[in-house]
């Protein structure tokens, strides 16, 4: 028990023993019988959901699962998955596994039991079949032996070619309307031919789609299909495998180039100069419309559509294993650039490198729908990239009921200039082991990213990121979980950082189980708008123990929060630091602060130093340890504030003895003011007020009470001016109500 000594200049102002209960006056004396009307003056703070512990979030919603797709659990949220628990399967020649099916099936229809595909038109079908005699007609009874035997510029729209079982080395130059249809992806192949040509198929005139069917395009010098100067190609039950530089091109305003169950993989590197290896290319203007495809192990980007007027459109796709190119970079699955639009509706992209989808360039679109994004892997060179989704320099980037799972280099990730991000419905979860950074969202160089209904759970770093100037993240019902440390340190990994200038505005939003803070906020034009957010649980930094903070505002940075409780973090709740700090709090609820884990010290309610600024209403701090609140060469000015049971450290028993605090509300060379107020439950004093650094400061008092506290104001600053503590203040039950004593004072907090 600390000395209960009165003080000298005390003892000649109130004639009570030491531990009596004093009522102090200000201009009016205020009797025990006012004491009630005291506590319950006080307005708590106005928080409908602080009795459920968190504000109404709205969870992501990613069901119902499209046909075929089963439902599977992450982060909490029920998810589809395209394929069954196995995953997808390993399929034979000529088939594949297609998203929201259950197995392997031909790619096209199942091979025949005759040389030619069943259900051939009964007239104007030209015949090719390998190793037929040289000489034939084309007819059914005598088949041309091969590509260069038929006159493709005499064919018509109601001609098809139908090719038998073999291979076929050639290009086939198709007219508008005519059909070239193969037996089977298993067993029809066309070779392509060592010659300047740059596609195995095109399109030579204007008109009726030209359609290919039934083949597979395999091991060509050349790339497998081209379609340009606004005509039309469609390809339906197709394999392009083994070809080189691209699988598919379309280009040029008015092209259209329709895939129905396509495959292209494996596309090569030019041997000129290793450029391109891309499976499907969309470029000045054409338009690309593909259901069922699959695009896998191809070199630098999977899907590729650039320039104004290009338009991607795929649903029910795998774009898969995207390579890096010669020189290390690249690899990305899904790119959308310079004023391009994709959509994308039941996607699957997984195990690509850089990024697994991007835009990027003014007027660039991307809107994915019902999408897997996972797996994706840092380019080859180096150890950069790695995003699951990427925009950038002016692009716009839209997500519904999309999974972003296990990137290594982080989920979303947003830069420069008027980049957008708007996600609705979406799961964001870290790898299982982490290797480098995996942010959850980063906005970044002034790209602002919009996010409803969102989760952000087990990345790595920093959960929600935004640096920058003109940067900024609007939050709504987002959840942010486990945001683990650095990998290789065992640092920070909080949940939403904010610096440089950037801005948060953050509606109904949860962050809990982060390590080292779990909102940080720093540097001048920085600037933090909270509403309904819970901020719980921060933990530690695993590599030295220190910090664990809830909500840490530093070095010129603003918050403005409303309805917020902080609970369960380690070491202080609430911090601000620096010159130009300002912090604005109503309806409040900081509580339960534990020990920093390094050495039982502190578990603070609010700290405000280092001419940092508080302006708080309608708060309650309770159960915090060694201050409620405490202001340090800095300024707190508070209003309808309950600070309740205010605990000293727990290391006060062994290794800080003799600075256990247990102070409600202390003052150190700063700035206090408590209006309409109740301290109760300190352990050692309600109010402490110090100079020990002989810069001045102290506490102002109006309106309130401090009651059942071991001691109710403590005085360490000879000639106080006891006015300020007694504006309508009254003592009650308090086993010392003023003293003055020499009494541990703390030295202002290490910032974040």
Not at 298 to 311: A, H, K, M, Q, T
Not at 585 to 614: H, K, M
Request: with cysteine; aromatic share 4%; glycine share 14%.
């Amino acid at each position: 028990m600390l000395p209960r000594l009165c003080s000298v200049i005390l003892g000649c102002l109130l004639a009570a023993a030491c531990g009596d209960d004093v009522t102090a006056t200000d201009g009016g004396a205020t009797d025990s019988g006012d004491v009630g009307d005291a506590g319950t003056g006080v307005a708590p703070p106005e928080i409908p959901w602080l009795d459920d512990g968190a504000p109404p979030i709205a969870a992501p919603v990613l069901t119902p699962c499209a046909d075929g797709w089963r439902e599977v659990v992450v982060a909490g949220v029920t998810t589809c998955d395209p394929f069954p628990e196995a995953g997808a399967a390993t399929c034979a020649d000529g088939q594949a596994h297609f998203p929201g099916e259950t197995a392997c099936r031909s790619v096209g229809t199942d091979c025949p039991a005759g040389d030619f595909a069943a259900g051939l038109p009964t007239e104007g079908v030209v015949y090719v079949r390998a190793g037929s005699a040289a000489g034939g007609d084309g007819t059914a009874a005598s088949p041309y032996a091969g590509l260069s035997d038929v006159r493709w510029s005499s064919l018509t729209d109601a001609s098809t070619v139908a090719l038998g079982r073999g291979s076929y080395e050639g290009s086939v130059p198709l007219r508008a309307g005519v059909r070239l249809v193969g037996a089977c992806t298993a067993e029809t192949f066309l070779t392509g031919l060592a010659a300047p040509v740059p596609a195995v198929v095109s399109v030579t005139s204007a008109g009726a789609a030209a359609v290919v069917e039934g083949l597979s395009i395999a091991g060509a010098p050349q790339a497998g299909a081209m379609v340009e100067r606004g005509r039309a190609l469609r390809l339906e039950g197709v394999i392009i495998e083994g070809v080189a530089e691209a699988g598919i091109y379309a280009f040029d305003a008015g092209t259209e180039l329709t895939l129905q169950d396509v495959v292209v993989r494996d596309v090569r590197a030019r041997e000129s100069d290793g450029g391109l290896g891309r499976g499907v290319i969309a470029q000045r203007g054409a338009r690309v419309v593909g259901s069922r495809v699959i695009a896998e192990a191809n070199r630098d980007i999977g899907l590729f559509v650039s320039g104004d007027g290009s338009e991607m459109v795929f649903e029910d796709s795998v774009i898969r294993g995207t390579l890096s190119k010669g020189d290390g970079t690249g690899g990305r699955g899904i790119s959308s650039q310079l004023g391009a639009r994709f959509d994308g509706t039941r996607l699957v992209v997984t195990g690509n490198h850089d990024y697994g989808v991007y835009t990027g360039g003014d007027g660039a679109v991307l809107d994915l729908t019902d999408t897997v994004v996972r797996d994706t892997l840092p380019h080859r060179r180096g150890t950069s990239g790695g995003h699951g989704i990427g925009a950038q320099i002016g692009a716009h980037l839209t997500a519904s009921r999309v999974l972003v799972q296990a990137n290594e280099g982080g989920g979303i990730i947003a830069q420069e200039p008027d980049t957008r991000v708007t996600l609705k419905h979406v799961v964001i979860t870290g790898p299982l082991e982490f290797t480098r950074t995996s942010r959850g969202i980063s906005a970044e160089f002034g790209a602002r990213v919009e996010a409803s209904q969102t989760v952000v759970d087990r990345t790595n770093v920093t959960g929600v990121y935004v640096s920058g100037e003109g940067s900024e993240a609007v939050l709504d019902d987002v959840r942010i979980d486990d945001v683990a440390p650095e990998p290789g340190t065992e640092g920070y990994g909080r949940g939403i950082g904010v610096q440089d200038a950037g801005r948060l505005q953050a509606t109904r939003v949860s962050v809990s189980g982060c390590h080292d803070l779990g909102i940080f906020l720093a540097e001048a034009g920085t600037d933090a708008a909270l509403t309904d957010v819970v901020v719980r649980q921060t933990q530690a930094r695993a590599s030295d123990g220190i910090f664990g903070r809830g909500i840490d505002v530093e070095r010129g940075a603003h918050l403005t929060a409303s309805r917020l409780l902080v609970e369960e973090n380690r070491e202080i709740g609430l911090f601000a630091d620096g010159d130009d700090t300002r912090v604005l709090l109503t309806d409040a609820v900081i509580r339960n602060t534990l020990p920093a884990v390094f050495d039982a010290t502190d578990g603070r309610g609010v700290s405000v130093q280092l001419s940092a600024t508080l302006d708080a209403s309608r708060v309650l701090i309770d159960s915090n340890h060694a201050f409620g609140v405490i202001a340090t060469f800095g300024t707190a000015t508070m209003q309808d504030v309950t600070i309740k049971h205010t605990l000293r450290a727990e290391c006060g028993d062994t290794t800080c003895s003799d600075a256990p605090y247990g102070y409600a509300a202390s003052v150190t060379a700063g700035d206090l003011r408590l209006t309409r107020f109740v301290i109760e439950g300190a352990a050692t004093c309600g109010v402490m007020v110090s100079d020990a650094f002989g810069m001045g400061g102290g506490v102002d008092l109006q309106e309130g009470v401090i009651r059942d506290s071991t001691i109710g104001a403590c005085l360490q600053i000879d000639g106080y001016d006891l006015s300020r503590l007694m504006g309508e203040v009254v003592f009650l039950d308090n086993e010392s109500n003023l003293l003055s004593t020499t009494l541990p004072v703390p030295d202002p907090s290490l910032g974040g």
